[in-house]
């Protein structure tokens, strides 16, 4: 099975930097990748899903980007509401797997 | 406003059964494929089942095949995740998400508040 590995699992950042935060996939899984953002005590967001686009009405400060089975998400900018819990998922078939999570802390 | 609503989580014994129900409202239900996802106190999102438009294709996570069964009813924008023989594992806030794709499992881009499962032992 397929294996996905977030890092780091926990970081700490001020407003205004930029941050990133890396999933690997222990197999190729080509641009099937999503992230999400999950705030305390609520479902999670989606934010970039096929590695790279945006999804509707979330802010140009986040970015994926992908090399080989390595992918990034990268906010440009942190901003107060993303201080957060961040999930990556993979999406090129069943199961989808989320990786393990990475809090992003003052 | 596009959302879907869960309902039917409790707490119930180990061994016994459960049917959580998920209503959608603005948005054309029968068109999209749809997924239930878990989260386990302080753990990570857990995927656990997707049924496509139509209700065609059909996949589970093997942590709860043979005990849970996805379903929906396009008369009534209703989806529904039976679950039997619950387990202490089970534990878990249940969320109902739209998927971006109507024919496999690809990415969740509407999910609800959640219903919380108890299975006590």
């Known amino acids: 099975d397929i294996q996905m590995t977030q890092s780091p699992s926990s970081l700490s950042a001020s407003e205004g930097d930029r941050v990133s935060i890396t999933c690997r996939a222990s197999?190729?899984?080509?641009?099937?990748l999503n992230w999400y953002r999950q705030k305390p005590g609520k479902a999670p967001d989606l934010l970039i899903y096929g590695s790279y686009i945006l999804q509707s009405g979330v802010p140009s400060r986040f970015i994926g980007s992908r090399s080989g089975t390595e992918f990034t998400l990268t906010i440009n900018g942190l901003q107060p509401e993303d201080y957060a819990t961040y999930y990556c998922q993979k999406s090129d078939s069943a199961p989808l797997l989320f990786g393990g999570g990475t809090r992003v802390e003052i | 406003e596009v959302q879907v609503v869960e309902s039917g989580g409790q707490l119930v014994q180990r061994g016994g059964s459960l049917r959580l129900s998920c209503v959608a409202s603005d948005f054309i239900f029968r068109t999209y494929g749809m997924d239930w996802v878990r989260q386990a106190p302080g753990k990570g999102p857990e995927w656990i089942s997707y049924?496509?438009?139509?209700?065609?294709?059909?996949y589970y996570a093997d942590s709860v095949k043979g005990r849970f069964t996805i379903s929906r009813d396009d008369g009534t924008d209703s989806l529904f995740l039976q679950m039997n023989s619950l387990r202490a594992d089970d534990t878990a806030v249940y969320y109902c998400?739209?998927?971006?794709?109507?024919?496999?499992?690809?990415?969740?881009?509407?999910w609800g508040q959640g219903t919380t499962v108890t299975v006590s032992s």
């Open positions: 197999q190729s899984i080509g641009d099937f």
């Open positions: 998400a739209r998927d971006k794709s109507p024919s496999r499992p690809y990415g969740l881009d509407v």
């Open positions: 049924i496509s438009s139509g209700g065609s294709a059909i």
